[in-house]
Antibody
Framework: EVQLVESGGVVVQPGGTLRLSCGAS????????MHWVRQAPGKGLEWVSL????????HYIDSVRGRFTISRDNSKNSLYLQMDSLRTEDTGFYYC??????????WGQGTLVTVSS | DAVMTQSPLSLPVTLGQPASISCRSS???????????LNWFQQRPGQSPRRLIY???DRDSGVPDRFSGSGSGTDFTLKISRVEAEDVGVYYC?????????FGQGTKLEIK
Protein backbone atom coordinates (compact mmCIF):
# COMPACT_ATOMS: atom_id res chain seq x y z
CA GLU A 1 0.00 0.00 0.00
CA VAL A 2 1.37 3.41 -0.98
CA GLN A 3 1.81 5.71 2.00
CA LEU A 4 3.08 9.29 2.18
CA VAL A 5 3.52 10.84 5.62
CA GLU A 6 4.44 14.51 6.00
CA SER A 7 5.95 16.11 9.08
CA GLY A 8 7.61 19.32 10.18
CA GLY A 9 4.75 21.81 10.07
CA VAL A 10 4.82 24.34 12.93
CA VAL A 11 4.14 27.98 13.73
CA VAL A 12 6.99 30.21 12.52
CA GLN A 13 7.52 33.96 12.33
CA PRO A 14 7.68 35.85 9.03
CA GLY A 15 11.20 35.68 7.65
CA GLY A 16 11.76 32.36 9.39
CA THR A 17 12.93 28.99 8.15
CA LEU A 18 11.31 25.56 8.14
CA ARG A 19 12.05 22.13 6.70
CA LEU A 20 9.23 19.77 5.80
CA SER A 21 9.76 16.04 5.39
CA CYS A 22 7.75 13.32 3.69
CA GLY A 23 8.35 9.63 4.29
CA ALA A 24 7.29 7.28 1.51
CA SER A 25 6.54 3.56 1.60
CA UNK A 26 4.81 0.90 -0.45
CA UNK A 27 6.53 1.70 -3.74
CA UNK A 28 9.98 2.11 -5.30
CA UNK A 29 10.50 5.75 -4.31
CA UNK A 30 13.40 6.46 -6.68
CA UNK A 31 11.27 5.59 -9.70
CA UNK A 32 8.83 8.46 -9.21
CA UNK A 33 8.82 12.21 -9.52
CA MET A 34 7.40 13.83 -6.40
CA HIS A 35 5.46 17.02 -5.73
CA TRP A 36 4.69 19.45 -2.96
CA VAL A 37 1.20 20.96 -3.23
CA ARG A 38 -0.19 23.48 -0.75
CA GLN A 39 -3.59 24.72 0.34
CA ALA A 40 -4.18 27.95 2.25
CA PRO A 41 -6.91 27.73 4.91
CA GLY A 42 -10.31 27.54 3.21
CA LYS A 43 -8.75 27.96 -0.25
CA GLY A 44 -7.95 25.82 -3.26
CA LEU A 45 -4.99 23.67 -4.21
CA GLU A 46 -1.74 25.21 -5.47
CA TRP A 47 1.13 23.22 -6.94
CA VAL A 48 4.43 24.33 -5.36
CA SER A 49 7.33 22.21 -6.54
CA LEU A 50 8.41 19.03 -8.31
CA UNK A 51 11.56 16.90 -8.23
CA UNK A 52 12.59 14.15 -10.63
CA UNK A 53 13.24 10.62 -9.44
CA UNK A 54 17.01 11.07 -9.34
CA UNK A 55 16.78 14.59 -7.92
CA UNK A 56 18.48 16.15 -10.91
CA UNK A 57 15.51 18.18 -12.14
CA UNK A 58 13.39 20.54 -10.10
CA HIS A 59 10.55 22.97 -10.81
CA TYR A 60 9.02 25.69 -8.65
CA ILE A 61 6.06 28.00 -8.76
CA ASP A 62 7.21 31.60 -9.29
CA SER A 63 6.14 32.78 -5.82
CA VAL A 64 8.52 30.38 -4.03
CA ARG A 65 11.43 30.20 -6.46
CA GLY A 66 14.62 31.32 -4.70
CA ARG A 67 13.06 30.83 -1.24
CA PHE A 68 12.09 27.13 -1.24
CA THR A 69 14.29 24.17 -2.13
CA ILE A 70 12.95 20.71 -2.88
CA SER A 71 15.22 17.70 -2.36
CA ARG A 72 15.08 13.96 -1.80
CA ASP A 73 17.09 11.15 -0.28
CA ASN A 74 16.26 7.97 -2.14
CA SER A 75 18.26 5.86 0.33
CA LYS A 76 15.83 7.01 3.02
CA ASN A 77 12.68 7.09 0.85
CA SER A 78 12.26 10.71 1.87
CA LEU A 79 11.23 13.99 0.26
CA TYR A 80 12.01 17.40 1.72
CA LEU A 81 11.02 21.03 1.31
CA GLN A 82 13.39 23.63 2.74
CA MET A 83 11.41 26.83 3.22
CA ASP A 84 13.35 30.07 3.80
CA SER A 85 12.26 33.71 4.08
CA LEU A 86 8.74 32.59 4.95
CA ARG A 87 5.85 34.96 4.36
CA THR A 88 2.36 35.04 5.85
CA GLU A 89 0.98 34.00 2.45
CA ASP A 90 2.92 30.72 2.74
CA THR A 91 0.53 29.62 5.50
CA GLY A 92 -1.40 26.45 4.75
CA PHE A 93 -1.39 22.69 4.54
CA TYR A 94 1.51 21.25 2.57
CA TYR A 95 0.91 17.93 0.85
CA CYS A 96 3.50 15.52 -0.45
CA UNK A 97 2.23 13.79 -3.59
CA UNK A 98 3.38 11.22 -6.11
CA UNK A 99 3.55 12.00 -9.82
CA UNK A 100 2.42 9.56 -12.48
CA UNK A 101 2.73 10.75 -16.08
CA UNK A 102 0.81 14.00 -16.06
CA UNK A 103 -1.14 13.19 -12.94
CA UNK A 104 -0.90 12.96 -9.17
CA UNK A 105 -2.05 9.55 -8.01
CA UNK A 106 -1.32 9.55 -4.27
CA TRP A 107 -1.38 12.30 -1.63
CA GLY A 108 -0.20 12.44 1.97
CA GLN A 109 -2.39 13.67 4.81
CA GLY A 110 -0.66 17.06 4.87
CA THR A 111 1.24 19.09 7.44
CA LEU A 112 0.17 22.58 8.57
CA VAL A 113 2.57 25.50 8.26
CA THR A 114 1.53 28.71 9.99
CA VAL A 115 3.55 31.87 9.36
CA SER A 116 2.55 34.45 11.91
CA SER A 117 4.06 36.92 14.31
CA ASP B 1 0.58 28.86 -17.49
CA ALA B 2 -2.58 26.97 -18.40
CA VAL B 3 -5.47 28.60 -16.54
CA MET B 4 -8.18 26.17 -15.42
CA THR B 5 -11.67 27.61 -14.88
CA GLN B 6 -14.36 25.58 -13.14
CA SER B 7 -18.09 26.19 -12.99
CA PRO B 8 -20.16 26.34 -10.97
CA LEU B 9 -18.15 27.12 -7.85
CA SER B 10 -21.03 26.04 -5.63
CA LEU B 11 -23.30 23.11 -6.45
CA PRO B 12 -26.29 22.28 -4.23
CA VAL B 13 -27.75 18.92 -5.25
CA THR B 14 -30.65 16.81 -4.03
CA LEU B 15 -29.73 13.26 -2.99
CA GLY B 16 -30.21 10.85 -5.87
CA GLN B 17 -30.07 13.59 -8.50
CA PRO B 18 -27.30 14.04 -11.08
CA ALA B 19 -24.56 16.64 -10.86
CA SER B 20 -22.21 18.10 -13.44
CA ILE B 21 -19.06 20.21 -13.10
CA SER B 22 -17.38 21.99 -16.00
CA CYS B 23 -13.66 22.66 -16.36
CA ARG B 24 -12.19 24.78 -19.14
CA SER B 25 -8.53 25.26 -19.95
CA SER B 26 -6.97 28.38 -21.48
CA UNK B 27 -5.19 26.13 -23.99
CA UNK B 28 -5.56 22.69 -25.47
CA UNK B 29 -4.44 19.98 -23.05
CA UNK B 30 -3.41 17.48 -25.72
CA UNK B 31 0.15 16.44 -24.84
CA UNK B 32 2.88 15.52 -27.32
CA UNK B 33 2.54 11.95 -26.00
CA UNK B 34 -0.96 11.88 -27.49
CA UNK B 35 -2.76 11.87 -24.17
CA UNK B 36 -4.84 14.63 -22.62
CA UNK B 37 -3.72 14.96 -19.02
CA LEU B 38 -6.87 16.24 -17.39
CA ASN B 39 -7.53 14.94 -13.87
CA TRP B 40 -10.35 15.24 -11.34
CA PHE B 41 -9.88 15.14 -7.58
CA GLN B 42 -12.33 14.94 -4.68
CA GLN B 43 -11.53 16.52 -1.32
CA ARG B 44 -13.93 15.54 1.42
CA PRO B 45 -14.13 17.80 4.49
CA GLY B 46 -11.02 17.44 6.65
CA GLN B 47 -9.30 15.07 4.21
CA SER B 48 -6.54 15.27 1.66
CA PRO B 49 -7.44 15.16 -2.04
CA ARG B 50 -8.18 11.84 -3.72
CA ARG B 51 -7.89 11.25 -7.45
CA LEU B 52 -11.09 10.16 -9.16
CA ILE B 53 -10.36 10.48 -12.87
CA TYR B 54 -7.22 10.74 -14.99
CA UNK B 55 -6.61 11.19 -18.72
CA UNK B 56 -10.07 12.79 -19.02
CA UNK B 57 -12.16 9.68 -18.47
CA ASP B 58 -10.16 6.86 -16.81
CA ARG B 59 -11.63 6.13 -13.40
CA ASP B 60 -9.37 5.17 -10.49
CA SER B 61 -9.74 1.80 -8.80
CA GLY B 62 -12.37 1.94 -6.09
CA VAL B 63 -14.12 4.99 -7.50
CA PRO B 64 -17.86 4.32 -7.90
CA ASP B 65 -19.06 4.09 -11.48
CA ARG B 66 -21.54 6.91 -10.86
CA PHE B 67 -18.52 9.19 -11.46
CA SER B 68 -17.57 9.78 -15.09
CA GLY B 69 -15.32 12.18 -16.96
CA SER B 70 -15.58 13.42 -20.51
CA GLY B 71 -14.36 16.14 -22.85
CA SER B 72 -11.52 17.03 -25.15
CA GLY B 73 -9.16 19.86 -26.05
CA THR B 74 -10.12 22.65 -23.68
CA ASP B 75 -13.56 21.64 -22.35
CA PHE B 76 -14.10 18.91 -19.79
CA THR B 77 -16.90 17.66 -17.54
CA LEU B 78 -17.19 15.56 -14.39
CA LYS B 79 -20.59 13.96 -13.95
CA ILE B 80 -22.10 12.20 -10.97
CA SER B 81 -25.10 10.18 -12.09
CA ARG B 82 -26.82 10.03 -8.70
CA VAL B 83 -25.39 12.04 -5.84
CA GLU B 84 -24.95 10.29 -2.50
CA ALA B 85 -24.24 11.82 0.92
CA GLU B 86 -20.60 10.69 0.81
CA ASP B 87 -20.03 12.82 -2.31
CA VAL B 88 -20.10 16.05 -0.30
CA GLY B 89 -16.84 17.96 -0.66
CA VAL B 90 -14.84 20.06 -3.09
CA TYR B 91 -13.97 18.85 -6.59
CA TYR B 92 -10.92 20.08 -8.47
CA CYS B 93 -9.79 19.64 -12.04
CA UNK B 94 -6.05 19.69 -12.69
CA UNK B 95 -4.06 19.74 -15.90
CA UNK B 96 -0.80 17.79 -16.08
CA UNK B 97 0.08 18.55 -19.70
CA UNK B 98 2.10 21.71 -19.06
CA UNK B 99 4.47 22.88 -16.32
CA UNK B 100 3.42 24.02 -13.85
CA UNK B 101 0.53 21.70 -13.18
CA UNK B 102 -2.47 23.92 -12.49
CA PHE B 103 -5.75 23.41 -10.67
CA GLY B 104 -9.22 24.81 -11.11
CA GLN B 105 -10.65 26.94 -8.28
CA GLY B 106 -12.70 24.05 -6.93
CA THR B 107 -16.44 23.31 -6.92
CA LYS B 108 -18.12 22.81 -3.57
CA LEU B 109 -20.81 20.15 -3.75
CA GLU B 110 -23.39 20.18 -0.97
CA ILE B 111 -26.67 18.42 -0.37
CA LYS B 112 -29.80 20.55 -0.66
Amino acid sequence: EVQLVESGGVVVQPGGTLRLSCGASGFTFAHYQMHWVRQAPGKGLEWVSLISGDGGLTHYIDSVRGRFTISRDNSKNSLYLQMDSLRTEDTGFYYCARDLSGSIDYWGQGTLVTVSS
Amino acid sequence: DAVMTQSPLSLPVTLGQPASISCRSSQSLVHSDGYTHLNWFQQRPGQSPRRLIYKVSDRDSGVPDRFSGSGSGTDFTLKISRVEAEDVGVYYCMQGTFWPYTFGQGTKLEIK
